[in-house]
């Protein structure tokens, strides 16, 4: 029975997807751990290190699917070994052959690549739902280039922006999310098979080549010098799940807050018979948002462990490694739950934009003080139309008035502005600076990073 939430059946989908969790299963860890032996046994034998038929042998016969997870299991209690007990079990399925399997390696090796094919399979996933993220924040850019909404900085209403600018933020971090996915894959998928102490001291001058042939047959690259004492790559690859997860919680964090009643701007998808509260039948609670921001503290924890694990004592141990048998799945399966979330959360929105132009109005013409500000010191100097703006701003503030009306009734400002030119600088549409502008300048660049299908660019 599971004991994780990760794999619980009522829950466990707020947490990872199917797919990830199948990855990092107990039967595909096992998968990809013959097959390194596999893949090991065929290079040692082309290269004359084993017999060729023992190779061949081994290659028919050794088969994850048929061994017995359980027997394994009690047998690794007994032996207190994680892998012995499964070369065992390889052993019987190859019969005479089974005495070539794990020839000149050590365990770290077999379990160290095996672990590399596991993220190898997550990243193929992970470059899909960022790519589909790209994609859906692009048509969500571009329709609400012009939307007109409040900007906030600090939580308070700043200046005014579109929702469009906002979108296109999110989306040029994600086309660099891209970019290190790309940068870290060779880094991250290389192998290691080197031995004992990583020297190839057990199949001596043929050793190097052993472990070339054998990771190309995987799909791996070689590593220059062993790397069990060098963890580095699996802290790269956390530090890069890091900054998604980081994007992806703030994002569902901002829409969270978008969606609060008193500011409703956004609603997340909603259908009908989707339950808000157990005893207030009016609720639509944000729940896929508050999913989608909730997991990245508890990624950030797990990666946590990976960046630990860099602290291997000597040529290796055990006590970094075990770390990352815990994180490294619950970091791929976190941030599958999260870009699954935001790829059905984005393309679903409900945008308020009467609420949008409600909420930007709502302080009366305040937000465009700077506006005023930088015209009017075109006729009296920046530093006294500032000051003269912020006096009229405090007023209509503490007074709840209108700011127009507060600047008009000042003597300097009336003589120097008229009423047509105050009510131009006022409209926020005037004052978005290059907003719309660079949506399409961000949506352009994300077209020609290369990350997404030449398919998606010519619709979008």
């Known amino acids: 029975m599971a004991s994780h939430p990760i794999d619980y059946l009522l829950i466990g989908n707020n947490f990872g997807t199917p797919e990830m969790r199948d990855i990092w299963s107990e039967q595909n860890r096992l998968t990809q751990q013959v097959r390194v032996e596999v893949a090991l046994a065929l290079a040692e034998g082309e290269l004359g290190v084993i017999p060729q038929q023992a190779a061949e042998t081994i290659a028919r016969q050794a088969d994850a699917s048929l061994l017995n997870i359980d027997a394994i299991a009690s047998a690794a209690l007994e032996m207190k070994h994680s892998l012995m007990p499964t070369l065992k079990a390889l052993q019987q399925q190859c ?35 960022c790519v589909a993220v790209s994609e859906a924040l692009i048509q969500l850019a571009k329709e609400h280039q012009y939307t007109l909404m409040a900007g906030r900085t600090h939580g308070m209403q700043a200046q005014p922006t579109t929702f469009g600018f906002k979108i296109a933020v999110w989306l040029d971090e994600f086309i660099r999310h891209l970019d290190r996915l790309k940068q870290l894959t060779p880094r ?64 569902g964090n901002e829409l ?30 944000p729940a896929a948002l508050e999913g989608l921001a909730s997991l990245t503290a508890p990624l950030l924890t797990s990666a946590s462990l990976i960046y630990h694990s860099m602290h291997v004592e000597h040529e290796r141990d055990a006590m970094s490694w075990r770390a990352e048998w815990l994180a490294l799945p619950e970091i791929c399966i976190y941030l599958s739950a999260q870009l699954q979330s935001a ?57 709840q008035r209108a700011f127009q009306t507060v600047l008009l009734e000042h003597p300097v400002i009336a003589a120097n502005v008229t009423q047509a030119e105050l009510e131009n600088w006022l409209n926020p549409a005037n004052y978005l600076g290059s907003a719309p502008q660079k949506v399409d300048e961000v949506i352009q660049f994300a077209r020609r990073s290369g990350h997404l299908s030449p398919q998606e660019e010519l619709t979008t």
């Open 95 to 129: 019969g005479a052959a089974g005495e070539y399997i794990h020839y000149g390696v050590t365990t770290q090796d077999i379990v160290d690549t095996a672990t590399v094919l596991q993220l190898k399979q997550s990243l193929a996933l992970m470059v899909r739902d």
């Open 188 to 251: 991250l998928l290389t192998g290691n098979l080197s031995g004992a102490i990583c020297t190839h001291a057990a199949l001596g001058e043929s050793g190097p080549q052993v472990e070339r042939l054998a990771l190309s047959r995987l799909g791996l690259n070689t590593p220059n010098i062993g790397w069990q004492a060098a963890r580095d790559r699996f802290s790269e690859f956390a530090s890069v799940a890091v900054l998604i997860s980081g994007s992806l919680g703030k994002i």
């Open 256 to 285: 969270y807050n978008l969606m609060r009643s008193e500011i409703s701007e956004i609603e997340e998808p909603f259908s009908f018979g989707k339950i808000g509260s157990t005893t207030m039948p009016h609720k639509r609670n």
């Open 343 to 399: 790829r059905a959360i984005l393309p679903g929105i409900t945008v308020n934009k009467p609420r949008m132009l409600a909420n930007l109005q709502l302080q009366d013409g305040l937000l465009l003080s700077e506006k005023v500000m930088f015209e009017l010191g075109k006729k009296l100097g920046k530093q006294s139309a500032h000051h003269l703006v912020y006096q009229c701003a405090m007023q209509a503030y503490e007074q």
